[in-house]
């Protein structure tokens, strides 16, 4: 149980586009979605905390103009990225929370602005 | 002071020996702890959770808590090679009364055989 999915795994895009990352949970029911960055040695960084059905709570520094997210259902978010550039090359992981307070991660997926 | 604080390592052990991985953390009101692996290039995996002080054993697994140290540890028995990852300690803030957890920076633990 506790199975979370993300698609794409890779994506490869220019700088100016937008890249859309979906995250399902497959065997349960996510009250909750988080969404994380990690970029290489280091930890995770929450990014945004998404509850169905309502607007996103984004962490301090994180643009939401510029990271929209949208949690359509209890089992899916999706993160866009909107005008990427090189800097926003990172691996980026959600999350999702059914009740209590483990949350079971995604396999995460790694995005390379060119 | 950092809120979950972790020493990075690298922590070396041989194969069959017991890891010992620490973590404290600042807030006294933290009910939720969980210790995540994570390979490299790959998102953490959940362990273990522990919510009471004392003993938690799942297989070669044993978490131990402390909130009066507000110290949460995870002991590795008979570590394998496979066991070499980055272990991550996850703690949610009680006091700020939200969702979400604070994860240290990782302990990364190397087995050597």
């Known amino acids: 149980g506790a199975v979370v999915s993300q698609h794409p795994s890779r994506v490869i895009c220019k700088s100016g586009t937008s890249v859309k990352i979906e995250c399902r949970s497959l065997?349960?029911?996510?009250?909750?979605m988080f969404w994380y960055r990690q970029f290489p040695k280091q930890s995770l960084m929450l990014m945004a905390t998404?509850?169905?059905?309502?607007?996103?709570?984004?962490e301090q520094g994180v643009e939401k103009d510029k990271f929209l997210i949208n949690h359509a259902s209890l089992t899916l978010s999706t993160l866009t990225v909107t005008s990427a550039h090189p800097e926003d090359s990172s691996f980026y992981i959600c999350?999702?929370?059914?009740?209590?307070?483990?949350?079971?991660f995604g396999p995460g997926t790694r995005l390379t602005v060119t | 002071q950092k809120e979950v604080e972790q020493n990075s390592g690298p922590l070396s052990v041989p194969e069959g020996a017991i890891a010992s991985l620490n973590c404290t953390y600042s807030?006294?009101?933290?009910?939720?702890f969980f210790w995540y692996r994570q390979y490299s290039g790959k998102s953490p995996e959940l362990i273990m959770s522990?919510?009471?002080?004392g003993d938690k054993e799942d297989g070669r697994f044993t978490a131990q808590l402390n909130k009066a140290s507000q110290y949460v540890s995870l002991l590795i028995r008979d570590s394998q090679p496979s066991d070499s990852a980055t272990y991550l300690c996850?703690?949610?803030?009680?006091?700020?009364?939200?969702?979400?957890?604070?994860f240290g920076t990782g302990t990364r633990l190397q087995v050597f055989p």
């Open positions: 999350s999702a929370r059914e009740a209590g307070y483990e949350q079971y």
């Open positions: 065997d349960f029911q996510a009250t909750t």
């Open positions: 998404s509850n169905e059905g309502s607007k996103a709570t984004y």
């Open positions: 807030d006294r009101v933290s009910q939720s």
């Open positions: 522990i919510y009471s002080n």
């Open positions: 996850a703690v949610n803030m009680g006091s700020y009364n939200t969702d979400k957890l604070i």
